[in-house]
């Protein structure tokens, strides 16, 4: 009886991670193809949202503020800060992006009664941050538009569906960083970006900055995988 129990433990184990395998190959599958359509665009505007935003915690938690907030509909985007350690606050940007996106994917996998609850806290914060940090009107119309967008998806839909708007979120943001560290500083270095201007800083070129950043966007997503594969 104990070695039946054991054997369909495995089983629906095995089952469960295969769905889980098949999940997450057909998302970035998807996820590939429509990279470059309008389906996509305000998800990666959502991620370029928490570029800036992490820019401005970083400057904030080391005694700077946050002056102004800028996102453009061609996935351009700044954070205008005063004070704070510049060193920490330049570097927190793809890695801050990538972490928002970790969290967002290990609360899915753990929290999935509770998902609603945290689409709306999401919602709820980004439209604060349009509201008080976003001063051009594409910006701030996206971040309240997104905000109560994610707002209405929490009093709205089931757990499981913000389950996997969750996901979609986190797993979005985090191959998102990958795919922005490489574009914007592997693959044009001259371009004046976070990397750029720390290289200016301390002397070590961009190149260097932008392996390092994409090697440990790597590690993070790797483990992230191991992890909620495990889960499964």
């Known amino acids: 009886m104990a070695e039946k129990r054991r054997r369909a433990k495995v089983e629906s184990a095995t089952k469960s991670r ?20 309008w389906l996509v665009l305000p998800l990666k505007l959502f ?9 401005g915690l970083a400057a904030v938690a080391t005694g700077g503020a946050i002056d102004r907030i800028v996102i453009t509909p061609d996935l351009g985007g700044a954070c205008y800060c005063g004070g704070g350690d510049a060193f920490l606050t330049l570097s927190a940007g793809y890695l801050g992006s990538l972490l928002w996106g970790s969290v967002l994917v290990l609360l899915a996998a753990r929290l999935e009664r509770r998902s609603p609850w945290i689409t709306g806290a999401i ?5 604060l941050v349009a509201v008080l940090y976003v001063r051009n009107p594409f910006g701030l119309l996206f971040g309240l538009s997104f905000g109560a967008a994610l707002v209405a998806a929490a009093r709205y839909l089931s757990p499981a ?10 797993l979005t ?39 390092l950043w994409i090697l440990a966007a790597l590690f993070v997503c790797w483990l992230l995988f191991r992890r909620i594969f495990r889960q499964a």
């Open 18 to 37: 295969a769905r889980f395998i098949a999940g997450f190959t057909a998302f970035f599958v998807a996820l590939w193809f429509l990279w470059n359509t």
């Open 173 to 211: 943001s985090c191959l998102y960083a990958v795919l922005d560290i490489k574009s914007d500083v592997l693959d044009r270095p001259e371009l004046r970006s976070d990397a750029r201007m720390l290289a200016e800083m301390t002397g070590v070129p961009t190149l260097v900055w932008g392996g």
């Open 123 to 127: 919602g709820v914060f980004i439209g």
């Open 161 to 170: 569906v913000n389950r996997r708007l969750l996901w979609t979120l986190g």
């Open 47 to 55: 991620v370029v949202l928490l570029h800036e935003i992490s820019h």
